[in-house]
Nanobody, 120 residues
Framework: QLTLVESGGGSVEAGGSLRLTCQVSAYTGTNYCMAWFRQAPGKEREAVAQLYTTGNLTYYADSVKGRFTISQDNAKNTLYLRMNSLKPEDSAMYYC?????????????WGKGTLVTISS
C-alpha cells in the first residue's frame, strides 16, 4: 500500500515555472510506474508524464514535451515534475499516481492533488 502526497502547486504568470513534488511512502521493492496526471474543470483527466522507478521508459504528453520534466529521487521516495514555460492551459489540479510494474492497466494509488493556476 502506497500513500502519495503532492505539494508545490500555486499561482504563477504565464511563462513562469513550478516544481511539483510527490512524497511517496516506502516502496515495497516492486518496480513501479509513477505518473503525473492533471484535470482541468470540465475536462477529462489526462496523463502528463510518467516514468518507472527503475529509471527507464519516460513518457510525456505532446502538450508538455520540451517544457515539463519528470524525475525521481529514490533515496527520498520522491517524484518531481518540473514545469517550465507555463501556459494558461496548464492550469489544472495535478495528481501523482502509482501502479506496480506497469501503468498500462491503470493506476492503483493516487494522491489528493495540488492546484496549479497560470494567469495570462
Amino acid at each position: 500500500q502506497l500513500t502519495l502526497v503532492e505539494s508545490g502547486g500555486g499561482s504563477v504568470e504565464a511563462g513562469g515555472s513550478l516544481r511539483l513534488t510527490c512524497q511517496v511512502s516506502a516502496y515495497t521493492g516492486t518496480n513501479y510506474c509513477m505518473a503525473w496526471f492533471r484535470q482541468a474543470p470540465g475536462k477529462e483527466r489526462e496523463a502528463v508524464a510518467q516514468l518507472y522507478t527503475t529509471g527507464n521508459l519516460t513518457y510525456y504528453a505532446d502538450s508538455v514535451k520540451g517544457r515539463f520534466t519528470i524525475s525521481q529521487d529514490n533515496a527520498k521516495n520522491t517524484l518531481y515534475l518540473r514545469m517550465n514555460s507555463l501556459k494558461p492551459e496548464d492550469s489544472a489540479m495535478y495528481y501523482c499516481a502509482a501502479a506496480p510494474v506497469s501503468c498500462e492497466y491503470g493506476m492503483d494509488y493516487w494522491g489528493k492533488g495540488t492546484l496549479v493556476t497560470i494567469s495570462s
